[in-house]
């Protein structure tokens, strides 16, 4: 099975800031990825698939890139609504898995 | 606009089952794929199983072999998963979610149901 990693698991951010979180799968994926946003209590949310295409309505500071088995989601400038959990996802196989999880905190 | 509600989740003890439910509306239910991802309290989120358009491809996660059947009624629009033998760790949030190829994602989630699996 492939396995995802994220890093960092939390980071410390303040408004206006750029962040960048990366995934990692256990065995190349091309650009089977997809990353999610999940605010506390609510469903997640779709940001992008594909690995850098943006799901419709999303705003544009956020931003994907990778291939293979190293990903990046950023965030340029970071916004009160930015904070929450990021998780990616593998698309490769059937199996769907997810990253971890990365918590965006408010410096 | 696409829309997916949950229900059927609840309390019960180990080694019990539950029947989820997901009514989805605002799209061709039967031109997508659909699965289950559920969401342990406080912890990420975990694959449950998924079901093409026409039922002919299903899937589950390794830790839900065996114990819970994912099908489909597209005549009414709505998804279920059958869960037998529960566990303590089974306890968690249900999500139904539709997608699978174009994009290759889970574009839209339900507001999830709980279920809590205790003695």
Same mark, same amino acid.
Request: proline share 4%.
């Given at each position: 099975?492939?396995?995802?990693?994220?890093?960092?698991?939390?980071?410390?951010a303040?408004?206006?800031d750029?962040?960048?979180?990366?995934? *990692?799968?256990?065995q190349s994926i091309?650009?089977?990825?997809?990353?999610y946003?999940?605010?506390?209590?609510?469903?997640?949310k779709?940001l992008?698939?594909?690995?850098?295409s943006?799901?419709?309505?999303?705003?544009? *500071?956020f931003?994907?890139?990778?291939?293979g088995?190293? !990903?990046s989601?950023?965030?340029s400038?970071l916004?009160?609504e930015? !904070?929450?959990?990021?998780?990616?996802?593998?698309?490769y196989?059937?199996?769907?898995?997810?990253g971890?999880?990365?918590?965006?905190?408010?410096? | 606009?696409?829309q997916?509600?949950e229900?059927?989740g #609840?309390l019960?003890?180990?080694? #019990?089952?539950?029947?989820?439910?997901?009514?989805a509306s605002?799209?061709?239910?039967?031109?997508?794929g659909?699965?289950w991802v559920?969401?342990?309290?406080? @912890?990420?989120?975990?694959?449950?199983s998924?079901?093409s358009?026409?039922s @002919?491809?299903? +899937? +589950? #996660?390794d830790s839900?072999?065996?114990r819970?059947v994912?099908?489909?009624?597209n005549?009414k629009?709505?998804?279920?998963l059958?869960? @037998?033998s529960?566990?303590?760790e089974?306890?968690?949030? +249900? +999500?139904?979610?539709?997608?699978?190829?174009?994009?290759?994602?889970?574009?839209?989630?339900?507001? #999830?149901?709980?279920?809590t699996?205790?003695?």
């Amino acid at each position: 099975d492939i396995q995802m990693t994220q890093s960092p698991s939390s980071l410390s951010a303040s408004v206006g800031d750029r962040v960048t979180i990366t995934c *990692r799968a256990s065995q190349s994926i091309n650009n089977y990825l997809n990353w999610y946003q999940q605010h506390p209590g609510k469903a997640p949310k779709l940001l992008i698939y594909a690995a850098s295409s943006l799901q419709s309505g999303v705003p544009s *500071r956020f931003s994907g890139s990778g291939s293979g088995t190293d !990903f990046s989601l950023t965030i340029s400038g970071l916004q009160p609504e930015d !904070f929450a959990t990021y998780y990616c996802q593998q698309s490769y196989t059937t199996l769907w898995a997810f990253g971890p999880g990365t918590t965006v905190e408010i410096k | 606009e696409v829309q997916l509600v949950e229900s059927g989740g #609840g309390l019960l003890k180990p080694g #019990g089952s539950l029947r989820l439910s997901c009514a989805a509306s605002g799209f061709t239910f039967s031109d997508y794929g659909m699965n289950w991802v559920r969401q342990a309290p406080g @912890k990420g989120l975990e694959f449950v199983s998924s079901i093409s358009g026409t039922s @002919k491809s299903i +899937y +589950y #996660g390794d830790s839900m072999k065996g114990r819970f059947v994912i099908s489909r009624d597209n005549a009414k629009n709505s998804l279920y998963l059958q869960m @037998k033998s529960l566990r303590a760790e089974d306890t968690a949030v +249900y +999500y139904c979610t539709r997608g699978g190829l174009v994009p290759p994602a889970f574009d839209y989630w339900g507001q #999830g149901t709980v279920v809590t699996v205790s003695s």
